[in-house]
């Protein structure tokens, strides 16, 4: 099963992961939504870097087999 991970920042505060069910506000912005589904339909790519509203960074990177375990994301069903 693959799965991805999302860092965000805002402005030049520190990276933060972002958790499963804890960020979803941040997490349904549209931008960001279809980034991962690119991500999930290029199978080749393994990561993405979105600059949004001139302040919020996003990293999202697909998950290693190892990575499972902890706050990763599901790729949605497409």
Not at 11 to 28: E, I, K, S, T, V
Not at 53 to 61: A, H, I, P, S, T
């Amino acid at each position: 099963m693959r799965a991805f991970i999302i860092y965000y920042r805002r402005g030049r505060n520190r990276w933060r992961q972002l958790q499963p069910g804890g960020h979803d506000g941040l997490c349904a912005r549209p931008e960001l939504q279809q980034a991962i589904r690119y991500l999930r339909d290029n199978p080749s790519t393994e990561g993405i870097a979105l600059r949004l509203d001139d302040d919020d960074l996003f990293n999202l990177m697909v998950a290693a087999p190892t990575d499972l375990f902890g706050f990763t994301f599901p790729f949605p069903e497409g």
